[in-house]
């Protein structure tokens, strides 16, 4: 019999498991727009406390809410600085410009992380020429450059800096909760410096629906505005939101077992004489000598291994839940196979 192939293109593929539908079907629900859902109230109260804010609102995905965050702290015409590969610049339809009026400056960085001497650059005296600058992101892990860990110094830097020119920052944290478990430190700690933090439960976490904002309330209660705008407001979601508590329980701790297989698939491309970006949690990048990565995923497709060319030269592959040790070490394999 074939087996299932190994999918090794996004943490977003993973299906809930049986303890997590099972705390979906018995979830208490009510309106969430009126307030009055139970499991949501409680996932955002739970999400708050983790981080150590005042509150926290429950958005369909992780787009929104980050869309969200700028533009409650951004003016229409106003820049913001961030990772040239970040997530919000590339890969949210630009969006910052359509909904925030926004205007990117982009610094570009081997890992993903630019220091507060480099946000400093931007800075001018006054000048009516010049776009006010209202917000920095930062990214955490950093998705495009290879799922590196926000180095903590640094990142408190930049936003010590940012705050000392009366400027917020915002955290993509999608996968922040990667960097709590490859750090060891907790997700309140990483984000001490940042006003803003989005975060997915239907990456890593493996829940099916929905991310989190996490700030300060009088923030929180605008971004509830801008959410229902967006359309993003949602009746019994609680039925989504018991995934999500479910996989705060459940699926935090075992991502350790996610960034293990990526290692795993690290020296195995080694082994190989491939160049692979420095594995520091669930995601492995490795850079072909010739444009031909389709080529190779193709191939890979082939051996039941799925995954991304995420440029000519560049394949991408990222570990979750749904794939086991069994599945890493038929991954390894496959990849042997194709690029011996
Ligand atoms: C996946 C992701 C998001 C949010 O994506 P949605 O598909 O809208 O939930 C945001 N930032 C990063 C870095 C991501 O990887």
Known sequence: MEKKPVDLRSDTVTKPTPGMRKAMAEAEVGDDVMGEDPTINRLQARAAELFGREAALYVPSGTMGNQTCIKVHTRPGQAIIGEADCHIFGHECGMYAQFSGAVPLMINTQRGFFSAQEVAAFITPPDVHVAPIGLVLVENTHNMKGG?????AQLD???QFAHSKGISVHMDGARVFNASVASGRPVSKITQGVDSIMFCFSKGLGAPVGSMIVGKR????????????L?????????LAAACLYALDHHVERLADDHAHAKLLEKTLQGLGMTVDPVETNIVFFTMQQPNAEEVVNKLQ????LCFAI???????VTHLDVGREDVLRACEALKRVLR
């Open 302 to 305: 082939g051996e039941g291994v």
């Open 311 to 317: 440029t000519p030269r560049r394949i991408r592959l």
């Open 218 to 229: 009088d923030f929180i209660e605008e971004a509830r505005a801008v959410r229902k705008k």
């Open 157 to 159: 830097e930049v936003a």
């Open 148 to 152: 590196g860990v926000y180095p903590q």
């Open 231 to 239: 359309g993003g407001g949602m009746r019994q979601a609680g039925i």
